[in-house]
């Protein structure tokens, strides 16, 4: 993609992300926006093995914006910082398209790992303000991850994660019908509380039919 493509493509992103905007021109204060076209270049510097030119491109920019992107990490199209400041994108970090993250998100690394050691973010996921994402794992696409939350391990798609140690706390399992195009199997949730339901009670008749010869067995034996 050529300069003005890249630039309409990073103003295109913010406004329709944040709601506080007014016109194009706002974005061109906004760190987002200054941050990834400098980012864009330092990347390239990088992949051509211009080493100290890409750190000193993405230093620059970091002193400017408050978010510090490493010049190696890999981002999609689409992706948007809201506010900044504070922001941590390590070397080996991968984020797939549309995906935002707020102040405060660190996607980092533990101190124990070597090689890949920053996490792998996949399409239309949200990182929250101040949640740090520490290791190489992956947060599944569609993903929430809550304010303030301390992510260490891996993250299913559709799954909103909150606390320290973050854990899931709500999850889409199926698919939706329009992603698969399948128009028949479709989940069927009276059915599925039906068949909890019959679970429930073969297990509670069991353990009645257990107490009652308990009680039987007890009785017999005071007589
Ligand atoms: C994680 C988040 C996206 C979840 O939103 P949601 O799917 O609507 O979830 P709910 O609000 O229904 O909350 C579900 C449960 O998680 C809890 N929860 C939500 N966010 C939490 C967080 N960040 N940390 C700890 N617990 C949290 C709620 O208290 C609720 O608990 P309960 O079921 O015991 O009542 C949202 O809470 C969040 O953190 N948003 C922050 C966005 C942000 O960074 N804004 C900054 C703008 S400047």
Redesign the pocket.
Known sequence: MGLIGRLKNEISVVKERDPAIHSSMEVLLYPSFKVMISYRLAHKLYKKKHYFLARFVSQRAARKTGIEIHPGAVIGEGFFI??GNGVVIGETTEIGNNVTL??GVTLGGTGKESGKRHPTVCDNV?I????KVLGSFTIGEGS??????VVLEEVPPRS????VPGHV??REDAAAPWETLDQTDLPDPVSEDIAVLKKENTELTTRLLKLEDKVRELSNKKQ
Request: avoid cysteine; proline fraction near 0%; charged fraction near 15%.
């Open positions: 809201d506010h707020y102040q949200m929250s303000a101040g949640a929430k991850i809550g304010a303030g939350s909103t994660v909150v606390g706390i709500k």
